[in-house]
């Protein structure tokens, strides 16, 4: 029960603050020398190097090749109790980078430009914290994971058994989050973060010359009209109380301006917060499409994939995490509840298993232009937010895992 947590009027700040901000030297230097080798999803292998070497250094017990590339870190308390799991990612992404700092990356057309390099520091300085202040009850499993932006880690690392030996009780993960300024965090119960869809479809129809139209079938009109068509699902067919969200990101067609195509290709995705919506969308897709289609006699081939379900945070869980950074945070904004988003992640799976909550740690400076959106060339956060992940974690590991739960 919710009421038998720790509040923040029984969070003792001045015991665990100083240690941790003592860390903030070695946080920032862990994020700038993952910062500069950047590793696409299962392909982590200095990452993952990096983390063993650490976690090896301050004798923890871990695991590591969990997933190809992943790692576990086990921290057993003092005294027998519940188990908690906190969760990092790793990889990185196929970006340029544009930023001129002395810890740019250095692997060609790879950049960390999500947050995963702080992710993973905070993750670090928290195994660093515990493994030297064991006083808790029960386990910290520390897991870091591969491939969040793609194709998925999560799954895989929880079909190795992550969550097993000890049994996970609950979890906890963290986004830096450069659309809240840095001393915020946005947490909420239920949808934080949308399911993701996706789909590619090819619409076949029959080529010939722009001026004697009367014998093709279009792909170019046809295609034109499923994109608008499209759009009516949400606006139609959706609960103007639920979110969702239709795009189509390409469309490819022709190749002169006198020729009508015999092919057009399109892709797109889907986003959603209600898991009831699963199997919803590629039904009702597939169906405007070939309606469409049939009108024009033309033929289509569609795939259509779900790459994660949405992230569902739950509420004992959700208003732990707002406790701890009740008492936490020190800016006037402080918790900020409206913080749902279209994006994904595969933290989903995570929370589809056991009890958990996935939460936003604001990492956004104007003043010192650390402004640029998540995967932009440019992105960057201010590192003070590091330590703040570090207390949020080892706080939530002090609320969670009391003698009395």
């Not at 519940?82 to 340029?96: E, F, G, N």
């Not at 006037?332 to 996935?358: I, R």
Request: charge should be negative; charged fraction near 20%.
């Amino acid at each position: 029960m919710v009421s038998t947590l720790l509040t923040p009027h029984t969070l003792d700040l001045s015991r665990i603050r100083p240690v941790i901000r003592a860390l903030q030297p070695d946080l920032v230097q862990w994020r700038r020398q993952l910062h500069q080798q950047p590793e696409l999803g299962f392909h982590e292998e200095a990452t993952a190097a990096f983390i063993h070497q650490k976690l090896s250094e301050w004798k923890i017990e871990h695991q590591t090749e969990i997933a190809k590339t992943g790692v576990v870190a086990i921290l057993p308390g003092n005294r027998p109790g519940k188990t908690l799991a906190i969760r990092a990612d790793m990889d990185a992404l196929p970006i340029q980078e544009e930023n001129e700092v002395p810890y740019k990356s250095q692997h060609d057309g790879h950049m960390h430009a999500c947050g995963h390099d702080g992710h993973t520091a905070i993750a670090l300085g928290l195994a660093y914290y515990l493994s030297q202040h064991r006083d808790y009850a029960g386990t910290v499993k520390i897991i870091f994971q591969p491939a969040e932006e793609g194709p998925g880690g999560a799954k895989p690392m929880i079909e190795a058994g992550v969550l097993k030996q000890p049994d996970v009780d609950a979890i906890i993960g963290l986004h830096l989050w450069n659309y809240l300024p840095v001393g915020t965090v946005g947490v909420r119960s239920g949808a934080l973060m949308a399911a993701v869809e996706c789909f590619r479809c090819t619409i076949l129809g029959k080529g010939g010359h722009g001026a004697i139209p009367q014998t093709t079938i279009d792909s170019v009109l046809v295609s034109s009209q499923i994109v608008t068509m499209l759009q009516s699902i949400v606006a139609r067919n959706v609960d103007p109380l639920e979110s969702a969200v239709v795009t189509v990101g390409e469309l490819h067609a022709g190749t002169a301006e006198n020729v009508i195509a015999d092919t057009a290709r399109m892709r797109g995705t889907v986003r959603y917060f209600n898991p009831q919506y699963r199997g919803y969308f590629h039904k009702r897709l597939e169906e405007v499409i070939r309606g469409i289609c049939e009108a024009h006699g033309a033929r289509y081939d569609l795939d259509y994939w779900q790459l994660y379900p949405p992230v569902v945070n739950d509420a004992a869980i959700a208003d732990l995490v707002r406790s701890v950074a009740e008492a936490v945070v020190e800016t006037p904004a402080g918790v900020v509840p409206k913080c749902q988003t279209m994006g994904g992640e595969d933290m989903s799976f995570f929370l589809q298993e056991v009890p958990g909550c996935y939460f936003f740690l604001g990492s956004a400076n104007a003043q010192l232009n650390f402004t640029y959106p998540h995967h932009h060339p440019k992105f960057d956060f201010d590192e003070t937010v590091l330590q703040i992940g570090v207390e949020m974690f080892a706080r939530c590991v002090e609320t969670f895992l009391r003698d009395k739960q």
